[in-house]
Protein backbone atom coordinates (compact mmCIF):
# COMPACT_ATOMS: atom_id res chain seq x y z
CA UNK A 1 0.00 0.00 0.00
CA UNK A 2 2.44 2.78 0.80
CA UNK A 3 4.29 1.92 -2.48
CA UNK A 4 1.05 2.52 -4.65
CA UNK A 5 0.53 5.60 -2.28
CA UNK A 6 3.90 6.67 -3.10
CA UNK A 7 3.61 6.48 -6.88
CA UNK A 8 0.15 7.82 -7.00
CA UNK A 9 1.61 11.07 -5.46
CA UNK A 10 4.04 11.46 -7.88
CA UNK A 11 1.37 10.88 -10.67
CA UNK A 12 -0.50 13.25 -9.38
CA UNK A 13 2.20 16.23 -9.16
CA UNK A 14 2.58 15.17 -13.23
CA UNK A 15 -1.29 15.25 -13.66
CA UNK A 16 -1.49 18.68 -12.05
CA UNK A 17 1.25 20.08 -14.62
CA UNK A 18 -0.60 21.65 -17.37
CA UNK A 19 0.82 20.28 -20.67
CA UNK A 20 -2.32 21.09 -23.63
CA UNK A 21 -4.11 24.11 -23.13
CA UNK A 22 -7.45 22.35 -23.17
CA UNK A 23 -6.44 20.38 -19.83
CA UNK A 24 -8.06 22.52 -16.88
CA UNK A 25 -7.89 21.40 -13.31
CA UNK A 26 -9.43 23.56 -10.61
CA UNK A 27 -8.57 24.40 -7.07
CA UNK A 28 -10.52 21.94 -5.58
CA UNK A 29 -9.50 18.88 -7.57
CA UNK A 30 -6.01 19.93 -7.16
CA UNK A 31 -6.62 19.58 -3.56
CA UNK A 32 -8.69 16.48 -3.52
CA UNK A 33 -5.35 15.04 -5.14
CA UNK A 34 -2.84 16.83 -2.71
CA UNK A 35 -4.94 15.70 0.79
CA UNK A 36 -5.05 11.74 -0.72
CA UNK A 37 -8.51 12.34 -1.38
CA UNK A 38 -8.36 8.70 -2.99
CA UNK A 39 -8.47 7.12 0.15
CA UNK A 40 -11.17 9.38 1.83
CA UNK A 41 -14.71 7.90 1.21
CA UNK A 42 -16.44 10.62 1.81
CA UNK A 43 -14.98 12.97 -0.12
CA UNK A 44 -15.17 10.59 -3.00
CA UNK A 45 -18.76 10.07 -2.48
CA UNK A 46 -19.18 14.04 -2.82
CA UNK A 47 -16.69 14.52 -5.21
CA UNK A 48 -18.58 14.66 -8.45
CA UNK A 49 -21.14 16.86 -7.52
CA UNK A 50 -19.15 19.20 -6.03
CA UNK A 51 -16.73 19.92 -9.07
CA UNK A 52 -13.61 17.85 -6.94
CA UNK A 53 -13.57 15.32 -9.12
CA UNK A 54 -11.41 14.45 -12.02
CA UNK A 55 -10.19 11.11 -13.72
CA UNK A 56 -7.08 10.78 -12.23
CA UNK A 57 -9.07 10.99 -8.68
CA UNK A 58 -11.24 8.30 -9.60
CA UNK A 59 -8.62 5.93 -11.57
CA UNK A 60 -6.63 6.67 -8.39
CA UNK A 61 -9.46 5.51 -5.72
CA UNK A 62 -9.73 2.00 -8.04
CA UNK A 63 -5.94 1.48 -7.94
CA UNK A 64 -6.21 1.68 -4.39
CA UNK A 65 -9.54 -0.57 -3.88
CA UNK A 66 -7.55 -2.88 -5.84
CA UNK A 67 -4.62 -2.63 -3.85
CA UNK A 68 -6.19 -3.16 -0.52
Same mark, same amino acid.
Not at 41 to 48: H, I, N, S, T, Y
Given at each position: ?24 ? %? +??? #? ?5 ? /?? $? %? +??? #? ?5 ? /?? $????? #? ?10
Amino acid at each position: MPIISTLLAYGAVVYAMRRHHYQKL %N +VQQ #LFALTDK /GR $S %N +VPL #LWKARPM /GK $SSRFL #LLAALLVLLGT
